[in-house]
């Protein structure tokens, strides 16, 4: 059946190095958001595409943090250099947007543990 | 400012009990809730969503219930069961301005044998 994939599943890097997070959307869904988890501030929206155009990433710190759609099949998230702040588990999501973004059900990938020593 | 909160950040039911799990929202403009369930090692999965136009909606044993006057919503599993144990999320946006989803902070929920 039709799912959200991410790779790599774990990432344990050091400070100061660059991540890169990979998110392959369900085929046909034209809308894909990136989020990240932690205990303490929850499941945080990031960014989001529509149509593998970037419509908001407010979310993201824009000094380290990017976001892109190379292709349909393909969304990354990159974090360069990366933080132990920015230890997390990274989800990426896809929805087929019929309606609005957020009111179209969004399909979860099973996310990136992100580990910055 | 804008929250969504839970009122109790874990839940334990007997295995065969309904469970209610309850969620706050403070934003009066949304309009859109959705509730999420997230498994160990998971991502988050869809359960069910209502819109502000309704205040009762029901799934396959799952049924959520929307008070607007306190915006307060709820979500009710019949005959709880060993897989319904997980981290749920309540969510709130607003439908017709495609504003951003909001989650709240989860409740855990164990199921006794």
């Known amino acids: 059946d039709a799912r959200v994939t991410q790779t790599p599943r774990h990432k344990v890097t050091e400070m100061g190095q660059e991540v890169t997070m990979r998110c392959q959307p369900i085929?046909?869904?034209?809308?894909v958001f990136w989020y990240r988890q932690t205990m303490m501030q929850g499941l945080e929206l990031l960014a989001y595409f529509r149509n593998r155009a970037p419509l908001d990433d407010s979310g993201m710190p824009k000094d380290r943090f990017s976001a892109e759609m190379p292709d349909a099949t393909l969304a990354t998230l990159k974090i360069q250099p990366s933080e132990p702040r920015d230890s997390a588990v990274y989800f990426c999501?896809?929805?087929?947007?019929?309606?609005?973004?957020?009111?179209?059900?969004?399909?979860f990938g099973p996310g990136t543990r992100l580990t910055v020593l | 400012g804008e929250s969504v909160g839970l009122h109790l950040p874990t839940l334990s039911v007997q295995e065969g009990d309904n469970s209610i799990i309850n969620c706050a929202y403070s934003n009066s403009a949304s309009d859109y809730f959705i509730w999420y369930k997230q498994e160990s090692g998971k991502g988050p999965q869809f359960i069910i969503d209502i819109r502000s136009n309704m205040d009762k909606r029901q799934g396959q044993r799952v049924t959520v219930l929307l008070n607007k006057t306190v915006k307060h919503l709820s979500l009710q599993i019949a005959a709880t069961q060993p897989g319904d144990s997980a981290v749920y999320f309540c969510a709130e946006t607003h439908y017709s301005s495609a504003s951003k989803i909001i989650f709240g902070s989860g409740t855990r929920l164990s199921i006794r044998p």
């Open positions: 085929l046909g869904h034209n809308t």
């Open positions: 999501a896809s929805g087929p947007t019929l309606g609005t973004p957020f009111t179209d059900t969004q399909y």
